[in-house]
């Protein structure tokens, strides 16, 4: 009798899973093992896939100093990005953790305004402003501080300046979410017991919304340095980062071996990024901002 | 300078949020080492008190004094007053020990001396040997005692506690309300207790300051506030009372007699300041444990009046038992010790009533 309730109760945990588990096995498990056997495959010189365990395509991607220079320049433009993202986040979202209710609603809503217009058209949107015959080219002219329009455009500031207008929301949004939940009684309490409001943020608050910071970093991190679109509008052709490399093999090249392989790279590259924060921080605080 | 007498002391306080005034203006004297429970149900007004004195909220008008010294525009970092929550408000990322610390770091305390505090401000609240944990390694009665011992080591003008206690289960609730007074008669501190707990302002305070609608109901000590109700709002609030609604029909210089609505007359003590005079509408309060009941048989004695009635219901308690009598169709309360067996539903009894135990109030203050 009690054994038959015992079973029951640890069969029903996998069936509630089961369209969970069933759904990332078929999105995630099963794709990603296709690439990893593609990865494997080789392209012949007439253009043709041959099947079977060849390693040249791991070769090529782990030893020409090519691929290397832009993984790494991938992860400083992201680094450079993030820590960009966690000092302009962090002001918006002390403001709206602070607002009263009803614009604090408004301003969450106003944050999430940005996703409802295709990220594509956002970056491209940047051309219209810092362009030769952009918005502020054409203010600066107009106004004589310049006879020739400046080139703004198309290198790294830019290619970061993209990032950080696509990420900012998600780093805001983390930060405000760990911010919300500081109950206000700590930060009275350390004034009642004689701490300014700044000492009291140093020493409360802002210990206290670290794991925010930090998840907002994560995220940060790991969506910018798979990007390869902001790179592509808002890059010069040396700013390619490592997506890049991926989406031209596959898509100019119809290299799918070699593409296949090149995301396995950055695919452990920002696996292994989460899997250090998970050992020290813990994934818990990203689905927090989610709920 | 008799200001010097009083701890604290707030003139013509108000404060109005909009349209909403949470608190009319209102005065209060409180003495200088005294405990003082400012009692009333939520919305009344209490902890906007107690927020104001702290300095988290601004009044809208009036001044706030601490040790005779306007404070208003003092901010709450140099006011020196304790603050305890009903959430205990620890420092979650701090130890227990770098929690009672907190305030000394901004007080210029040497190390040792702060070391020495901290260990002696643990010892009064009894855990000593708790300092290297962090607050959600502690239960909560324990973290009430690190919250309060932290709010003492900084040795306040003024110990001001907000609901301290109702966060606790009830066994705790008691042990705790002991302990809180221990401490408060050994540090001899100046203590503003905010609940809504009469149990908890009867046992604890010197002072209570019953509150309603932002308005301050009655001020005494807890014998009088509870014997003597200034208003049927006091007199329901602290415990179970009776309340009867009647018209006097004669008075001498010791008795008033009361003839109570559909009920009976019964007979009340004279106390000079009430002006009651023949025919006039008043209101007696009788305190449910004040309400005897007794064998249907039994005679008037002097300065009692007697009703009869019957038992309606019973709320047996185990030592006493709560009764619920019809007395000519009106429900009155009995909280009565049990002798031998309580008495039983639908059985007659008679209701006994001693004139001193009538509180008579005048019927105009119907909405007060």
């Given amino acids: ?291 | 300078m008799n200001d010097q007498a009083h701890a604290v002391e707030i003139r013509e306080v108000a404060k109005r949020f909009g349209d909403f005034t949470a608190l009319h203006p209102t005065n209060l004297h409180i003495g200088e080492g005294s405990f003082v429970t400012l009692l009333g149900p939520s919305g009344c007004g209490k902890t906007t008190t107690l927020r104001i004195i702290a300095g988290l909220l601004e009044p809208s008008q009036g001044d706030i004094l601490i040790k005779g010294a306007r404070v208003n525009d003092t901010p709450i970092h140099r006011r020196n007053l304790g603050l305890v929550f009903q959430n205990y408000a620890l420092f979650p990322h701090k130890t227990v020990f770098d929690n009672v610390a907190f305030g000394l770091k901004y007080r210029h305390v040497s190390r040792d001396e702060m070391a020495d505090r901290v260990a002696k401000a643990l010892e009064l609240v009894q855990l000593p040997h708790l300092a290297d944990r962090f607050p959600r390694q502690l239960s909560g009665g324990q973290q009430q005692r690190i919250a309060l011992a932290r709010a003492i080591v900084i040795q306040p003008d003024v110990l001001l506690l907000d609901e301290p206690l109702s966060a606790l289960d009830a066994n705790l609730r008691e042990d705790m309300r002991v302990e809180l007074k221990r401490i408060q008669d050994q540090l001899g501190i100046t203590t503003i207790f905010v609940t809504h707990d009469q149990a908890e302002a009867l046992a604890m305070s010197d002072r209570i300051v019953v509150m309603r609608d932002g308005l301050i109901e009655q001020i005494g000590a807890p014998e009088e506030v509870y014997n003597r109700p200034a208003s049927e709002f006091v007199a329901r609030f602290l415990g179970n009372s009776n309340v009867l609604p009647g018209r006097v029909e004669s008075r001498d210089d010791r008795a008033i007699k009361v003839a109570i609505d559909g009920v009976g007359t019964i007979l009340t003590e004279a106390v000079e300041e009430e002006g009651a005079a023949e025919g006039d509408p008043v209101r007696v309060v009788v305190r449910a444990e004040k309400l005897q009941l007794a064998a249907p048989e039994a005679q008037a004695e002097a300065g009692t009046s007697i009703l009869p009635g019957g038992v309606e219901a019973v709320d047996y308690q185990g030592q006493a038992a709560r009764y619920f009598v019809s007395v000519n169709g009106h429900q009155m309360q009995a909280v009565n010790a049990i002798d031998e067996r309580p008495f039983r539903k639908g059985e007659a009894v008679s209701v006994r009533i001693r004139a001193r135990d009538c509180v008579l109030l005048p019927s105009s203050k119907t909405e007060g």
């Avoid at chain 1, 009798?1 to 369209?19: T, V």
């Avoid at chain 1, 080789?42 to 395509?57: I, K, P, Q």
């Avoid at chain 1, 502020?136 to 501080?145: D, F, Q, S």
């Avoid at chain 1, 119809?254 to 920002?270: D, I």
């Fill in chain 1, 1 to 291: 009798m009690a054994q038959s309730a015992e079973g029951d109760l640890s069969a029903k945990p996998w069936l509630l899973m089961s369209p969970a588990l069933a759904a990332v096995a078929l999105l995630l498990v099963i794709p990603v093992f296709f690439i990893v056997v593609y990865s494997f495959w080789l392209r012949t010189a007439v253009g043709a896939v041959e099947a079977g365990f060849h390693l040249d395509n791991w070769a090529e991607v782990l030893t020409d100093p090519f691929y290397r220079d832009i993984l790494f320049a991938t992860i400083r433009i992201a680094f450079i990005t993030t820590v960009l993202c966690a000092v302009l986040g962090y002001i918006p979202a002390y403001f709206i953790a602070n607002a009263g209710r009803q614009h604090r609603l408004l301003l969450i809503l106003l944050l999430m305004l940005p996703f409802w217009i295709s990220y594509i058209i956002r970056t491209m949107s940047w051309i219209n402003i810092l362009g030769a015959s952009g918005a502020l080219n054409y203010g600066l002219m107009g106004l004589g501080i310049t006879s020739e329009p400046i080139r703004m455009l198309y290198n790294e500031a830019t290619v970061i300046l993209g990032l950080v207008h696509f990420l900012l929301p998600f780093m805001i949004l983390n930060i405000y979410v760990s911010l919300e939940a500081i109950d206000r009684n700590l930060i009275d309490a350390a004034r009642s017991l004689g701490s300014t409001s700044w000492q009291a943020f140093r020493e409360v608050t802002l210990p206290l919304s670290l794991p925010g910071l930090a998840a907002g970093s994560l995220l940060c991190f790991v969506l910018g340095a798979g990007t390869y679109i902001t790179p592509m509008v808002l890059g010069g052709p040396t700013d390619a980062m490592f997506a890049n490399l991926v989406f031209e093999a596959v898509i100019t090249q119809l290299n799918w071996p070699l593409g296949s392989a090149l995301s396995l790279v950055l695919l452990v590259v920002l696996g292994s990024v989460v899997a250090l924060y998970n050992r020290f921080l813990g994934l818990g605080q990203i689905a927090k901002s989610f709920q």
